[in-house]
């Protein structure tokens, strides 16, 4: 039986939803036991919402966002720059055939919940609220 090519339309395999999901478990233990010396990092709590792996699992990205949003550029500096001990990590805490390469992302997801609240709250969808609705009946 001959493998089917997965269609870029199609999303993650299951197996790269659960591997991302370990690497995001491992990811957030490392960052709240404070296992990294950094400045920038001892004095935020930063949140991983999100890691996505390549089809291969061997490139995770991790989204990631200080709590509050303040020393975003600092925080993601600071964890590329412990890369590769994250990486190390990393790989004692799942049982991987290879640990994956990390590249270190802002989390946006935030900002498009704040961008949708916005739109909802404006003059013109309020509007558009208050008018009765009509029905299939009435017309």
């Given at each position: 039986m001959a493998k089917r090519a997965a269609s870029p339309s199609s999303g993650p395999s299951q197996r790269q939803l659960r591997v991302g999901e370990l690497?995001?478990?491992a990811l957030?233990?490392?960052l709240a036991r404070g296992e990294i010396q950094d400045d920038a990092l001892s004095g935020n709590v930063v949140t991983?919402?999100?890691v996505r792996m390549s089809p291969d699992l061997k490139l995770a990205t991790c989204y990631v966002m200080p709590l509050g949003g303040k020393?975003?550029?600092p925080v993601i500096a600071a964890l590329?720059?412990?890369k590769r001990h994250i990486r190390t990590e990393l790989a004692h805490r799942i049982n991987l055939r290879y640990?994956?390469?990390l590249r270190f992302r802002?989390?946006?997801t935030f900002d498009e919940a704040g961008r949708i609240e916005r739109l909802l709250q404006s003059e013109k969808v309020q509007a558009d609220l208050a008018k009765p609705q009509e029905t299939d009946d009435q017309a």
């Open positions: 690497v995001r478990h957030a233990e490392i991983v919402p999100e020393d975003e550029k590329d720059r412990h640990a994956p390469d802002r989390d946006e």
